[in-house]
């Protein structure tokens, strides 16, 4: 039996050893192996069970001599000893013997000048066909001739005894980056995977001088790229799928001297209230070769019921780029010419567009204040306000400021455009209309905004539109969609204040124009 070299980790004994099978040879060992069951439009379909989204509480990293003073350990980067890690590393060696093991070599980032290849070992096919789907995959040259930068092992079945091995549940996520090895074990959510590499990529490109985006990226027919910052759920997927555009990538990107560049070679999309007419790309990707996550489905007729969130509300689907029509298969772009944070307010009191001046830029792009939604992560139930710094601080594994100097760099070099997009809620209790979003968003890209007159917000500061095609007016600011305007009032201040507190706690080290640049607690 060839083992392809997975000796070196530990790992004998195993049943059979299965490297870089194709998609369809991927979804029969599932089936087989009763990992799943199949659509109406052939899309493997599982369950993960307990865990449907990031178990943020239960990842760490290895406090390691080599990187011991570069880590920023706190609440997000919380430390496992070396000597932990090696003990739980061995007993899940030893979980895997006796079992069939797949393994997928790949690549993370699209720019050869910076790619970083992978292994991925699997307890489940379901999870290697995820896998398969969403990195890049290799050239039967390349993969001849493949050599690992890092490894992840993936071994959901193995579950955790937190007194024994100082996890806080049966599920870990742990990056050891000076061995270069990922345990991932007691969930089935393939998105840990997925962020696992997001994180090492965090963790190694800024020493090549590429900044690490947790972003979307499309490109126009002039060749002008786009980048969109945002936490799960704010849109970052939806909105990079423009069918005027070409997708780049939906979610994770490296911004270099010359290029935009996709890390992955897939998407992972939200499949809650999916439907055919909003998001016509997504809901044509599920199909043979996609992973379908927690979608309930009629056991008779195959069909999906996308609106029951019963198992969960955080469903996904995963699928390879070249499922939407108009994706840039390259993965690259040019220099982005406008960069977009977007974020979900609960509050209902951000205006749905606004610019940024480059001060500002850095005060939001560091603050990354969002609603984190229910079921991304394991116990958000409703809109919970929350900041997540750069937009990404669960997979950044560096201080902040890093993250922060690169952007800032990059867009004083470039002269790029910000524009905050609020995907979130409004004065009348509910989010603002996708359709609505979108125009705002292709007038900004297309620099059709920019003929607008513009009004400060009083309370954030920022550059408020008063017109856009396509988009009532009295949506675009915030106060006309209230009929209460006190109650308006103190919503604006208790947000305001809620950003002043943030910054003022986490960022008292910025620079004063930086700090200056924020919302008014007053």
């Given at each position: 039996m060839n083992t392809y070299g997975i000796e070196k980790l530990g790992i004998i004994n195993t049943a059979e050893v299965y490297r870089n099978l194709t998609p369809a040879q991927l979804v029969e060992h599932a089936l087989q192996r009763g990992e799943g069951t199949l659509s109406n439009t052939g899309a493997l379909v599982v369950k993960t069970g307990k865990y449907t989204g990031r178990s943020a509480n239960d990842k760490f990293?290895?406090?390691?001599?080599?990187?011991?003073?570069?880590?920023?350990?706190?609440?997000?980067?919380?430390?496992?000893?070396?000597?932990?890690?090696?003990?739980?590393?061995e007993k899940v060696i030893a979980y895997l013997q006796n079992k069939e093991v797949f393994i997928f070599d790949g690549f993370a980032g699209a720019d050869p000048k910076y790619t970083k290849s992978f292994r991925i070992i699997n307890e489940l096919a379901s999870q290697n066909l995820f896998i398969h789907q969403l990195l890049r995959r290799p050239t039967a040259?390349?993969?001849?001739?493949?050599?690992?930068?890092?490894?992840?092992?993936?071994?959901?079945?193995?579950k955790c005894i937190p007194e024994r091995d100082g996890t806080r549940s049966e599920a870990c996520i742990v990056i050891d980056y000076e061995k270069?090895?990922?345990?991932?074990?007691?969930?089935?959510?393939?998105?840990?995977?997925?962020?696992?590499?997001?994180s090492v990529m965090n963790y190694v490109l800024p020493k090549m001088g590429v900044f690490p985006m947790h972003c979307?990226?499309?490109?126009?027919?002039?060749?002008?790229?786009?980048?969109?910052?945002?936490?799960?759920?704010?849109?970052?997927?939806t909105l990079s799928a423009d069918p005027n555009r070409k997708l780049i990538g939906d979610d994770e990107h490296g911004w270099s001297d010359d290029s935009v560049f996709n890390f992955e070679g897939g998407c992972y999309a939200?499949?809650?209230?999916?439907?055919?007419?909003?998001?016509p790309d997504i809901y044509n990707a599920i199909k043979f070769g996609a992973l379908v996550e927690n979608v309930v489905m009629d056991p008779e007729t195959r069909e999906f019921d996308f609106d029951d969130d019963s198992l969960a509300v955080n469903s996904r689907v995963g699928y390879p780029v070249e499922y939407i029509s108009n994706a840039e298969e390259s993965g690259m772009g040019g220099i982005p010419k406008t960069v977009i944070f977007l974020t979900a307010d609960a509050f209902g009191v951000l205006p749905p567009i606004s610019k940024l001046d480059n001060n500002q830029a850095m005060y939001y792009f560091?603050?990354?204040?969002?609603?984190?939604?229910a079921g991304t992560e394991i116990g958000v139930k409703e809109?919970?306000?929350t900041f997540s710094t750069c937009f990404g601080e669960p997979f950044l594994p560096l201080s902040?400021?890093?993250?922060?100097?690169?952007?800032?760099?990059?867009?004083?070099?470039?002269?790029?455009?910000?524009y905050l997009v609020n995907t979130g809620w409004n004065g009348t209790g509910e989010r603002t209309k996708l359709k609505y979003t979108r125009a705002m968003v292709s007038a900004a890209l297309n620099g059709e905004l920019l003929k607008s007159e513009f009004v400060t917000d009083p309370y954030f500061g920022v550059s408020v539109p008063t017109t856009c095609p396509g988009v009532p007016d009295e949506l675009l600011i915030p106060a006309k969609m209230w009929q209460d305007q006190e109650a308006y009032k103190e919503a604006a201040k208790k947000l305001s204040k809620m950003f002043v507190d943030n910054f003022a706690e986490k960022y008292s080290d910025m620079p004063a124009e930086v700090i200056a640049a924020g919302p008014k607690a007053e």
């Open positions: 990293i290895v406090d390691s001599e080599g990187v011991h003073d570069e880590i920023a350990w706190g609440k997000v980067n919380k430390p496992m000893t070396q000597e932990r890690f090696d003990a739980l590393y040259e390349q993969l001849e001739n493949f050599s690992e930068d890092y490894t992840i092992i993936a071994a959901p079945g193995f270069k090895i990922v345990l991932i074990v007691g969930s089935q959510y393939s998105g840990e995977i997925k962020k696992s590499v997001f979307s990226a499309n490109i126009g027919v002039d060749g002008d790229s786009a980048v969109f910052f945002g936490l799960s759920g704010t849109g970052k997927t939200k499949c809650i209230n999916l439907s055919a007419e909003n998001e560091v603050s990354g204040f969002t609603s984190k939604l809109p919970v306000p902040p400021a890093k993250y922060a100097a690169m952007l800032s760099e990059k867009v004083a070099k470039t002269g790029a455009s910000v």
